[in-house]
Nanobody, 115 residues
Framework: QVQLAESGGGLVQPGESLRLSCTASGSGFSAYGISWYRQVSENRRVPVAGITASGATNYADSVKGRFTVSRDNARNTVFLQMNSLQPEDTAVYYC?????????WGQGTLVTVSS
């Protein structure tokens, strides 16, 4: 069983950066693929970036070249480095951990980009 906790959200101005962290408690973290989602409407979350258990990464077109996802299995943590933030990046960001038969979500962290 894995529990996830996101951190690192906050208020920044356009063009600035933030680094989000998703830290897991429990065992087996290294076997999970981890994805970052953001809430775009009341009932819809969209994937932003992900990293597989083997370290392969993928990104939504809207964040390619600006966001970087990485993982540190020794610290049970996945990071989302967000650069050149824009107002349209404003959202609650969620961490998702998935492997065969298991899926877990964190509680989310709010990112606000505003001048």
């Amino acid at each position: 069983q894995v529990q996830l906790a996101e951190s690192g959200g906050g208020l920044v101005q356009p063009g600035e950066s933030l680094r989000l962290s998703c830290t897991a408690s429990g065992s087996g973290f290294s076997a999970y693929g981890i994805s970052w989602y953001r809430q775009v409407s009341e009932n819809r979350r969209v994937p932003v970036a992900g990293i597989t258990a083997s370290g392969a990464t993928n990104y939504a077109d809207s964040v390619k070249g600006r966001f970087t996802v990485s993982r540190d299995n020794a610290r049970n943590t996945v990071f989302l480095q967000m650069n050149s933030l824009q107002p349209e990046d404003t959202a609650v960001y969620y961490c998702n951990a998935r492997r065969t038969g298991f899926e877990h979500w964190g509680q989310g962290t709010l990112v606000t980009v505003s001048s």
